[in-house]
């Protein structure tokens, strides 16, 4: 199986890097190939410039980065994507990545009657969304509205037909205990060592 794995945190001493480490781990315990998308290390520009905008509406793709990530989530069979949740949502670098990426022409195509969508991407069995917040799981369902699940999960994953996602929401970070991180990461582990 080729997972794909799309992070986004800028500081490689962070909890986010440490479950990168755990998920990429457990691949390699299960034989799998792997590759990762690093945002920040790449440099991606998340900025949906007016020639972004116009490939939209045209559903061709202007930006070369935006292009070759979109072929390599084409030959992936599970997609992983790991970032923070900051102000409730996803940091502004994977919602550019979502903007131009995850764009009509590349990963999905728009139906007959124009706002149904279908997925151009054969391959993909799996998707995993791995996220951390410090906002407890309760106080971010129903004060915040599970704006990722809202958002990323329903409004674009299932929207342009990604199917078999699974969300791993690790809350309240900062408050828990060296213990329970450690517990999360071998979770994490074990789950990618046995898909």
Request: charged residues 25%; proline residues 4%; glycine residues 4%.
């Amino acid at each position: 199986m080729k997972t794909l794995i799309i992070y986004n945190h800028p500081y490689k001493e962070s909890y986010n890097h440490a479950i990168l480490e755990s998920v990429i781990k457990g691949i390699k315990k299960a034989h799998g190939d792997y590759e990762v998308i690093d945002l920040d290390k790449e440099n991606f520009n998340p900025v949906m410039t007016s020639a972004d905008l116009l490939g939209f509406v045209k559903h061709q793709a202007v930006d070369p980065m935006a292009i070759s990530y979109a072929e390599k989530i084409r030959k992936a069979d599970h997609l992983v994507f790991i970032f923070p949740i900051w102000w409730e949502l996803m940091p502004a670098m994977l919602k550019g990545f979502i903007d131009k990426v995850i764009y009509p022409g590349l990963t999905y195509d728009y139906k007959e009657n124009g706002l149904s969508m279908s997925s151009r991407l054969e391959k993909l069995k799996f998707t995993t969304v791995i996220t951390t917040m410090n906002t407890p799981k309760i106080m971010y369902k129903f004060t915040y509205g599970n704006a990722v699940k809202k958002a990323l999960i329903k409004g674009t994953f299932k929207k342009t037909g990604m199917k078999n996602i699974k969300w791993i929401s690790l809350n309240m970070v900062k408050m828990s205990t060296a213990q329970k991180r450690q517990k999360w990461l071998k979770n994490i582990e074990y789950k990618f060592a046995k898909i």
